[in-house]
């Protein structure tokens, strides 16, 4: 097949494995298993593709808006973020679709929203969106009297009905803050393990416009924070199972919440991080350094302290379950943190954490690292030597490939690498009007973005 011409960014990681003891958070490595170097498996089918439908064409996307946050894919449903409703100017439409089908499943909006539900409520256009265990969570904004609330609602996943909304109150103070900054309040959803749904709170005196706040590359000036919390609810009735003052969750891997613990003054990247246990809230493991995580999956995460090409001392992989980084990074060209595929970081989609390192220099020979979910350690998978490869988004698929940016081959693109036996091929034909992969499940894939003619919505071919 031929190769999708994706104009992206990416960092090329140049990494190096290093031996290590088992230690508290951040503080050993252990060596990588380098059986698939030395194995060369037989060449397998890459995985390909076939084109099920172009979502701007259908008008329920608007072409120039889509972005990683404007969508949600799940193999069950693609959940699709408030758009103006098409014949009332004062209504937003949130549209659930069959990724099999391509076809509409339902649309809601708002006023299709129960008062036994949320007594107003409107919903929003950016935020995280979420699909776990038959239920699809929206964004809202309501008010009740004289209280507003940002939250989001839960909806059945197949027919769009509301179910629940889960509510948290604006920070309204009297007055304006520090220099005339004005009180704001972010809530996001964080992701679900098991039928327990999380969500983080956030207020602060701010400046800015908010809308850079989930932006990764965004540079704004720290905020004043007022309150950080993270809540888990009951998927099914939106009961609280448990709050966490102080921690503000971001990610959400196979049993804990990822997050960090923000200062006074902070911007919600470059804190301490820290893990809680998904079910109960509790401390499982915390750092004294300061980071980011720029990569992730259910058991793994890739560490990143700064945008600059300099490693920090703690950059690395680390066991999400338990702080122990299983992996240093090399200084030559270290993995970038990626604005790429935002929408899907939080609910660590990926089957595991993907880096290259240069063996023997930037000339030299290149390997392709994993660290795959429910592997123990990191395993490498000898490239060609003339292949040029960058990593621009974090997906490793279940059955051993992980996407690459090819730097040099003809055609230049997205392909997939052969965890097996390092052979590349193209996941879906080549275009040439900017597509880019904007969202994924482990059998879909969408490519779109804002320069993009047509926003395509893939099956993977069995």
């Known amino acids: 097949m031929r190769g999708l011409a994706f104009k992206i960014g990416g960092g090329l990681a ?14 050993g490595d252990s060596s990588g298993d380098e059986s698939s170097a030395s194995k060369q498996a037989e060449p397998r089918e890459s995985p390909e593709y076939e084109e099920i439908a172009d979502l701007a064409a259908m008008k329920v996307v608007k072409q120039q808006y889509v972005f990683g946050d404007t969508l949600y894919l799940d193999d069950s449903l693609l959940l699709i973020q408030a758009r103006p409703h098409p014949e009332v100017n004062y209504l937003s439409v949130v549209t659930g679709i069959d990724p099999a089908t391509g076809k509409v499943k339902w ?8 008062p036994s539900v949320v007594e107003s409520g409107v919903f929003m256009s950016r935020g995280r969106l979420l699909v776990s265990n038959g239920m699809a969570y929206v964004p809202l904004s309501s008010s009740a009297g004289t209280e507003s609330t940002y939250g989001f609602v839960a909806l059945d996943s197949e027919t769009g009905e509301a179910k629940w909304v889960a509510q948290h109150p604006v920070w309204e103070p009297k007055g304006s803050g520090p220099g005339g900054r004005s009180a704001r309040t972010v809530v996001d959803i964080v992701g679900a393990v098991g039928d327990t749904v999380v969500y983080s709170a956030h207020s602060y005196w701010s400046d800015g416009d908010l809308s850079s706040l989930n932006d990764p590359n965004a540079k704004i000036k720290p905020n004043i924070l007022h309150r950080a919390e993270t809540v888990a609810v009951d998927g099914e009735t939106g009961k609280v199972r448990w709050k966490k003052d102080g921690f503000l969750g971001r990610y959400v891997t196979l049993s804990h919440v990822i997050g960090t613990i923000p200062a006074k003054q902070e911007a919600r990247r470059n804190e301490p991080l820290a893990a809680v246990e998904a079910e109960t809230g509790e401390d499982a493991w915390k750092t004294a350094w300061k980071s980011n995580v720029a990569d992730l999956s259910k058991d793994w995460l890739l560490v990143r302290q700064s945008e600059s090409p300099d490693i920090g001392p703690h950059d690395g992989v680390y066991e999400a379950a338990t702080g122990r980084r299983v992996a240093k990074l090399d200084a030559d060209n270290p993995p970038l943190l990626s604005g790429g595929w935002v929408n899907e970081m939080p609910e660590a989609k990926s089957h595991g954490v993907a880096w290259i390192a240069t063996e023997q220099g930037k000339d030299g020979p290149q390997t392709l690292y994993v660290a795959k979910d429910g592997e123990p350690k990191p395993r490498k998978v000898a490239l060609h030597p003339n292949e040029r490869l960058e990593l621009a988004h974090p997906m490793v698929t279940e059955d051993d490939y992980a996407m690459v940016q090819a730097a040099m081959s003809d055609p230049i693109g997205q392909q997939f690498a052969d965890l097996e036996n390092g052979e590349l091929g193209f996941p879906v034909d080549a275009t040439e009007d900017d597509r880019e992969p904007v969202a994924y499940s482990d059998n879909y894939l969408i490519t779109g973005g804002p320069q993009a003619e047509e926003t395509i919505l893939y099956k993977r071919a069995p």
């Open 107 to 114: 649309e809601i909006d708002e006023e299709d929203l129960p």
């Open 14 to 27: 140049a990494l190096a494995m290093a031996v290590s003891a088992c230690g508290s958070p951040g503080s």
